[in-house]
T-cell receptor, first 115, second 111 residues
Framework: GAVVSQHPSRVICKSGTSVKIECRSL??????MFWYRQFPKKSLMLMAT?????????EQGVEKDKFLINHASLTLSTLTVTSAHPEDSSFYIC???????????FGQGTRLTVV | QKEVEQDPGPLSVPEGAIVSLNCTYS??????FMWYRQYSRKGPELLMY????GNKEDGRFTAQVDKSSKYISLFIRDSQPSDSATYLC???????????FGRGTSLIVHP
């Protein structure tokens, strides 16, 4: 499978500030990566599909101006939570598929706490 | 009705027990079925991947898919405390690489 590195694993920020989360594919060139949000005891919620060299595709109900996604290279996608508020506190996870299997490979996740 | 239903548990079993985890689904287009293990504060890890109906075995883990009943299972033999985690089922159709996830079942294996 693919190795996906996500950073930081945990971040605490003040309300109104922006936070950037990085997702790197260490051994696979990923044209497509995915960003999920997970609430406690809830399933993974797909936020957006990140496409290398083009705009991300956002799921219904996800504010694209709030959650900025940049997929600048085949190995790096970033999610920036802009003007964060306490309700943005959550666990954010990136993933990719290699194409040889329909399974997805996930990063370690980022626990965002907005105070 | 959600596309994928999974009992959140928690499911508590003694060490050495056989664990059965299950999901049901409603979308008959699903052809690819996956199980993930997620430890607390970590990303999910792909455990098993199955295409269409049938069984697949990997060590202590066995995945079963019954498309006629729209029911999938994951069996864990000789369960260990290190198996304590949340197990998520996921599935996708032939035209999509994006899986639909269940909400996960919390498993606790006590010594």
């Amino acid at each position: 499978g693919a190795v996906v590195s996500q950073h930081p694993s945990r971040v605490i920020c003040k309300s109104g500030t922006s936070v950037k989360i990085e997702c790197r594919s260490l051994d696979f060139q990923a044209t497509t990566m995915f960003w999920y949000r997970q609430f406690p005891k809830k399933s993974l919620m797909l936020m957006a599909t990140s496409n290398e060299g083009s705009k991300a595709t956002y799921e219904q109900g996800v504010e694209k101006d709030k959650f900025l996604i940049n997929h600048a290279s085949l190995t790096l996608s970033t999610l920036t939570v802009t003007s964060a508020h306490p309700e943005d506190s959550s666990f954010y996870i990136c993933s990719l598929t290699t194409g040889t299997t329909r399974g997805a490979f996930f990063g370690q996740g980022t626990r965002l706490t907005v105070v | 009705q959600k596309e994928v239903e999974q009992d959140p548990g928690p499911l508590s079993v003694p060490e050495g027990a056989i664990v059965s985890l299950n999901c049901t689904y409603s979308n008959s287009a699903f052809q690819y079925f996956m199980w993930y293990r997620q430890y607390s504060r970590k990303g999910p890890e792909l455990l098993m991947y199955t295409y269409s109906s049938g069984n697949k075995e990997d060590g202590r883990f066995t995945a079963q898919v019954d498309k006629s009943s729209k029911y999938i299972s994951l069996f864990i033999r000789d369960s260990q405390p290190s198996d304590s985690a949340t197990y998520l089922c996921a599935m996708s159709s032939g035209g999509s690489y994006i899986p639909t996830f269940g909400r996960g079942t919390s498993l606790i294996v006590h010594p």
